[in-house]
């Protein structure tokens, strides 16, 4: 009897063991290693963290992968998503509610990193501005001569398509497409400039172009390129506030009501495979020639946004899921998709506070 006894406890410790192993391995992940939480998982004590974001990270930050990520580092999250001006305006306020910032572009994390004395940041991620746009429309630009072939790749030469927006072609102008009901200018729709960090993305880009490819540096170089800014801009008409609602319209739209948007790379690679289209319309992505990367920055105000920055730029699983989503990740090479051919600097934050200026207060040369 003692021997049977002593049979069942064994049984009894190896059946509690193996509960607490799935129990561990359930809080620590799939694979089964000690997170940040320490060796004995996910912690306990739980901190809210508040940020301001740009909306193109909304999809990813949401995610209930990694909300329960953050929740087993002991974080939990609450963001609000604002165009790079509207954060900068915000965090000028000392009574500003945020424990961080997570702005798109590197002139606008070091102009909150000036508003708000912040020496240290993080850069978990990158994207690249990419163009949103439809097979039809390759054939008829690349008939144009705005799509070329650079290192065995499509690209949209910007340098055509500025050309062909200030002579004021119009799509239904261009040759095969003389049928579309299009009769607007040629030029790749946007943001609005005054409100989106996407926007600004595209006029470090068309002003690069307008400067003689180099970013523009100096008060004369923003006289240089403003006539034709104010001309790409205001063609546009009524713009979207968000990259988001940009790149939801371009969806909607199809390829005679928006045949090109500017959008952040990893909203078209985590969107478009699983959306169906009608038969000879389908979606595709090509840089724009040159284009610009946009360096997602956390700066943190907080001990909290500092761990959530710290987070989000060594935690494996974290990286690992923005890379899902489309993000690319410093030092890590890429397979699934290719490199831009060229890349522009943006301009610093101060030639570009001179030129969205001039849009904000309707000061465009006439």
Known sequence: MRALRMIALLVSVVIVAVVAWAVVRRALGDNGEATAGGKNGCVTEMTRVTGVIGSEKTPYLRDPRVTARLACLGLTLVVDAKGSRDMVGTLSNDQHPYDFAFPSSTPAAEKIKELRHVNDAYKPFSSVMAIATWEPTVKILRDAGVVTTVNDRPV???????????????????KGNETSPNNKVVLLRTTDPKDSSSAIMFLSIASAVLNDDRPVASAADVAKVMPD????????????ETSQDLFEQYLGDGPVRSPLALIYEQQFLDTTSA????????????????????????????????????????????????AEYGFRLDGQALTDRPEPPVVQEPPEYAQLEAMLTIFENGECPQ
């Open 229 to 240: 800014l104010c001309k790409l801009v205001s063609y546009q008409g009524a713009k979207e």
């Open 275 to 322: 959306i169906k289209v009608p038969e000879g319309q389908q979606h595709t992505m090509l840089f724009p020639n040159p284009t610009v990367y946009s360096r997602h920055t956390v700066v943190p105000f907080t001990d909290a946004g500092d761990r959530f920055g710290r987070a989000l730029e060594d935690d494996a699983t974290l990286q690992h899921l923005a």
């Open 156 to 174: 949209v030469d910007m340098a055509a398509l500025i050309d062909l927006a200030r002579k004021g072609t119009r799509w239904n102008q261009l």
